[in-house]
């Protein structure tokens, strides 16, 4: 079974993203800092990481950025999600190695086919990477 990991500051976002999600048979996590979502990353093997940009002490583009640099996790795909809908945020997203980008309020159908979309193309990838 897959397992998601769910990062944002807000209890509330959390909760919704959880709730949209519930139904899709992925084991859920969450973290309410970027600290605790790496200690998190440490101990599991995350399919997916929905990762929220602005957060106090780290945010997520600093989270992606310690992902990315790390041969553990730099695989793990990251969609952020975001209030924030400017271009350049949205560009950084991408530059430092999020595969996608979700503007809150999440839109549920966005929310489910991106999460299972990300998380088939990591058993995908898995999968080929075992085959060496």
């Known amino acids: 079974m897959s397992k ?3 990062v944002d500051d807000v209890p509330k976002n959390i909760q ?4 949209i999600l519930k139904n899709e048979g992925h084991h859920m996590y ?3 800092t970027g600290i605790k979502a790496l200690e998190l990353i440490k101990e599991n093997d995350f399919d997916l990481i929905l990762l929220d940009v602005m957060m106090p002490e780290m945010n997520g583009y600093e989270v992606c950025k310690k992902l990315k640099s790390d041969s553990k996790t730099s695989n793990i795909p990251i969609v952020f999600l975001s209030g924030k809908d400017s271009t350049s945020d949205i ?3 991408y530059e430092i190695g999020g595969l996608d980008y979700v503007i809150k309020p999440f839109i549920s159908i966005e929310l489910i086919t991106k999460a299972n979309m990300y998380v088939r193309f990591k058993e995908l990838e898995d999968k080929f990477k ?3």
Request: charged share 10%.
């Open 4 to 6: 998601i990991l769910i």
């Open 16 to 19: 919704m993203a959880m709730n």
């Open 30 to 32: 969450y973290a309410q």
């Open 91 to 93: 560009e950084l997203a």
């Open 130 to 132: 075992n085959m060496d």
